[in-house]
T-cell receptor
């Protein structure tokens, strides 16, 4: 079975500071991993995805994530936080390339950016 | 391409009523998944439809049901509403052969 944990349900950073959101996964097969962002009263938007092509994945809005198999981690980072980054972030895992394989979402991390 | 659309965006119902939510996927996407999002339980998978067939189902009671039409549009129905059904219901569509999901804005259901 697959699962996702996100350490820290709430993270606060100062504007301009490094953003680090943690995600650890459990999977019996090579995983496909995602980060999604959700702004208030909106649906989820894909930030980036890992599909085994490269361990460092760059996404939209300056975010990137690094896949570390030995640590079963896929942490999300951004060098400098902006006020507009305040949102809920979800890490997700799936085992396959088709919609038949369920996507498992983590509990989410709420990011606050302090001016 | 137009994104995933969900109607209505907001809905208020009373206990015991039933409700139907609608989702129109991105053109060409044949898979539609439904999720319930609440502050306490987070994102929970309800079910997934592909080519009018339910392929995956989460752990929800039979009061929650869905269907998909030949044009890939999907509806979900909740009967005998309970207070605990108050949530944001999200729909996501997916293209064949790809595992990234595209989400709609959600329907906010409030049960009084």
């Amino acid at each position: 079975a697959q699962s996702v944990t996100q350490l820290g349900s709430h993270v606060s950073v100062s504007e301009g500071a490094l953003v680090l959101l943690r995600c650890n996964y459990s999977s019996s097969v090579p995983p496909y991993l995602f980060w999604y962002v959700q702004y208030p009263n909106q649906g989820l938007q894909l930030l980036l995805k890992y599909t085994s092509a490269a361990t460092l994945v760059k996404g939209i809005n300056g975010f990137e994530a690094e896949f570390k198999k030995s640590e079963t981690s896929f942490h999300l980072t951004k060098p400098s936080a902006h006020m507009s980054d305040a949102a809920e972030y979800f890490c997700a895992v799936t085992r396959g390339k088709t919609s038949y394989d369920k996507v498992i979402f983590g509990p989410g991390t709420s990011l606050s950016v302090i001016p | 391409k137009a994104g995933v659309t969900q109607t209505p965006r907001y809905l208020i119902k009373t206990r015991g009523q039933q409700v139907t939510l609608s989702c129109s996927p991105i053109s060409g996407h044949r898979s539609v998944s439904w999720y319930q999002q609440t502050p306490g339980q987070g994102l929970q998978f309800l079910f997934e439809y592909f080519s009018e067939t339910q392929r995956n189902k989460g752990n929800f009671p039979g009061r929650f049901s869905g269907r998909q039409f030949s044009n890939s549009r999907s509806e979900m129905n909740v009967s005998t509403l309970e207070l605990g059904d108050s949530a944001l219901y999200l729909c996501a569509s997916q293209a064949s052969g790809y595992n990234e999901q595209f989400f709609g804005p959600g329907t906010r259901l409030t049960v009084l």
